[in-house]
């Protein structure tokens, strides 16, 4: 039972947060934005209790502090608020974590903060998008959790825990790596897929008309923020330019097989990519 303060309330924030006052973790919710009309609707749909822009008092206040912004705005505010804080815990929702973790490595409050990553989302934004149990059976990666305060470590468990995730400890530098190829790749794949379509096939009402729920589901991501995914790549670049350098290799043995009418080697490259039933159920 805390005073839990989230930096940005849009989807990740505010349905972490609805998630916790839900499931009586959190019993007060201030919210801090740069964009007071994300505060009024945040407080309109009761994913805060009040809304403020003094990120100061709103930490001092606070038993666990959320920064839920994007990567490079994290950068900046993760050592001024880390500057804030007493005994206080701090996490991110971030989906990178090595360079985060680089900035604050010889803070003299990094053991207050513990870096996770909540994988889930959808490819929606703001308030708006926030949803309840939205984390419920998904998995919470928590990084470098051992230059951790063991009680700030032992209190987010406890919120992962309450909000029924599954939980996954990884240096941040393998953590970047693996989720260049299961969420990353995702992300840019969608955008170039979008591209493609929208070049190939200008008539918009025949895209509607014929999209089909495979189509829709492959490019869904297409919608996601600019903000929130270009600092993404920016921080794992290295990761996803490694990935996308797979990714096209295989795409292009895909077209020279089809090039060459090898409906065989066609059919096996299929079959070795069903395999991914055995992990994905």
Request: net charge negative.
């Amino acid at each position: 039972m805390m005073t839990v303060t989230v930096v940005g309330v849009g989807l990740i924030g505010g349905s972490l947060v609805l998630s916790m006052k839900q499931h009586g973790v959190a019993t007060h919710v201030i919210g801090v934005d740069h964009d007071p009309t994300h505060l009024r609707e945040a407080a309109a749909r009761h994913l805060i209790d009040e809304g403020t822009t003094d990120l100061s008092a709103a930490v001092r206040r606070a038993d666990l502090i959320i920064l839920a912004v994007p990567m490079d705005a994290l950068l900046s505010l993760l050592p001024e608020v880390l500057d804030m804080v007493d005994n206080q815990v701090v996490i991110d929702v971030g989906s990178t974590k090595k360079a985060l973790l680089d900035v604050v490595r010889t803070h003299p409050k990094r053991s207050r903060f513990v870096a996770v990553h909540p994988m889930a989302g959808t490819e929606f934004s703001g308030p708006e998008a926030a949803v309840p149990e939205l984390f419920r059976d998904k998995t919470l990666v928590l990084c470098d959790a051992e230059d951790s305060a063991a009680d700030a470590v032992a209190q987010v468990e406890h919120v992962a825990d309450a909000l029924g995730m599954r939980r996954v400890y990884l240096g941040g530098a393998e953590h970047d790596m693996h989720v260049a190829y299961v969420s990353h790749i995702s992300h840019i794949t969608s955008f170039a897929l979008a591209l493609t379509v929208l070049e190939k096939e200008r008539d918009e009402q025949r895209i509607f008309e014929l999209a089909s729920t495979g189509f829709s589901s492959t490019v869904r991501l297409a919608k996601s923020s600019s903000a929130m995914w270009v600092p993404i790549f920016r921080q794992n670049r290295e990761n996803v330019l490694d990935v996308l350098d797979e990714h096209l290799r295989q795409l292009q043995h895909m077209r020279d097989v089809l090039a060459q009418e090898d409906y065989s080697a066609f059919t096996d490259l299929i079959h070795q990519a069903n395999h991914i039933k055995r992990i994905l159920k």
